[in-house]
């Protein structure tokens, strides 16, 4: 019987390509004691190479009818634990042992919502390697002042550093998507004290693009434009900056500006 077709709504696109596995194992530095989480396992492609490769695999899989292909795929792999169910709902504290990389070929529909969330939600996790679209893994790492640097930017960039990047063809796809892909692999860097009121602000920065920062924020609840501008002065910016301007330790600084 063939295995399932891909679902467009849930953002499939199943690697069909073995040939790419060498270059996700060197990207996320396989160690036999790896933990390994793995979102949208497919097909279970990939998981049964990092089964190979490492001490437990953790994969989380939101498509019930690809159940029966992935156990068949994984029988007899005892280091495989298969999650089902939506990953940006997961129990961090389900996750036994607890995943020390993230390596994926990420649903579309849901990759930069994990990252983010990942980076501060599993904070055992210390490497991650990841399959997104070609914009998604620009975004990770782009520079201010550009149209691809955003609150992701900033937030993954305070949270980690790129280790890597691989651009990826469609043709590795069944389907093939419509897009160009790429992996990117980053390690975590030590979070900054209160990381979830830099990622409030971050968020509220950029909520309104087109305004000016101190603007953005107050339309966001996050601070009175006033108090946001003096912040801004304070930290050596002008007082009718934009998000896009700043670096990402600038936002930190902001916060703490903020904070008095």
Known sequence: MSPPAA???LGQHFLVDENLLGVIGRLAELDPADVVLEVGPGHGVLTAYLAERVAHVHAVELDRSLEPGLRDALSGRQNVEL???????????????????????????????????????????????VMVQREVADRFFARPSTKAYGAVSVLVQLAAERTGFHPVSRTVFRPQPNVD???????????????????????????????????SLELAGAAGREEAAAALVAIGRDGDARAEELEPPEFVALADALAG
Not at 182 to 204: G, H, I, N, Q, S
Request: without cysteine; positive net charge.
């Open 7 to 9: 679902k467009k709504a």
């Open 83 to 129: 999650h089902f169910g939506d990953a940006l709902r997961l129990d961090p504290s389900g996750l036994e042992p607890p995943p020390t990389k993230l390596v994926s070929n990420l649903p579309y529909n849901i990759a930069t919502p994990f990252v983010v969330e990942s980076l501060d939600w599993l904070p055992s996790l210390e490497l991650w390697t």
């Open 181 to 215: 892909s790429a992996l990117v692999a980053f390690r975590r860097r030590e979070l900054p004290l209160r990381y979830a009121d830099v990622k409030r602000l971050v968020t509220a920065a950029f909520a309104h693009r087109r305004k000016r920062l101190a603007n």
